[in-house]
């Protein structure tokens, strides 16, 4: 059974298609367990559907778990880290999904200093599609939530998968009041040293080659 010889991943679904394409292209050796981004919407909700899926996990995995969550999805204090640590598994070195992208390690704050734009990438466009329909469903003006972005100079388009045109159709398919500044075809290099070095750690805590 590949749950005695691989590590298990258990990631926010935001990131679904490129470490599946990771996996499929023969770049990252581990199982998959994916959690919906679309309770990114409320802390809470992450952690009641993201805890009772580690511990599912635990045991059916002696080689390990890594968490591909960033510090800042589960509130602004470490949470995630506590989280993490609570359950003795190793976490990505990241802030966030985008950061994930970017190289982890806070590159999201080096990419936008001075929180001005709106940072996408494929999985975090769906996301916003999906909450502007969640919201229109339950009569929340439009208006309302393009308010929430009015301070932003517009969006970076992050095109990990080599769509740069689709990227740029989802964007528009938004339509949440901002310009599409820049798309930046960045690939899978970065989230590639990121689940790495993870994966490096996750050997060194198990004690495994």
Do not use: W
């Amino acid at each position: 059974m590949s749950q005695k010889t691989k590590p298990c991943i258990i990631s926010c679904s935001s990131l679904k298609p490129e470490i599946q394409k990771l996996v499929k292209e023969g770049d990252l050796n581990a199982d998959l367990v994916f959690v919906s981004k679309y309770f990114h919407v409320d802390y809470s909700l992450i952690e009641q559907n993201l805890r009772p899926i580690i511990q599912q996990n635990l045991a059916r995995y002696p080689k390990g778990i890594i968490l591909v969550y960033g510090d800042l999805c589960l509130g602004p204090n470490e949470e995630m880290k506590e989280l993490a640590a609570e359950y003795d598994v190793i976490k990505v070195d990241a802030l966030n999904c985008t950061d994930c992208l970017l190289g982890g390690k806070g590159k999201i704050s080096e990419a936008d200093p001075n929180h001005e734009l709106l940072i996408l990438h494929p999985g975090m466009s769906d996301f916003f599609s999906h909450v502007k329909e969640t919201a229109r469903q339950e009569g929340i003006a439009e208006e309302s939530l393009k308010n929430l972005f009015a301070g932003l100079k517009g969006i970076i388009f992050l095109d990990s998968l080599g769509d740069g045109e689709r990227s740029r159709e989802e964007v528009e398919k938004m339509d949440m009041g901002l310009p599409l500044l820049e798309t930046r075809a960045i690939g899978l290099e970065n989230l590639i040293r990121v689940l790495t070095e993870a994966m490096e750690r996750n050997r060194c805590l198990k004690g495994t080659n």
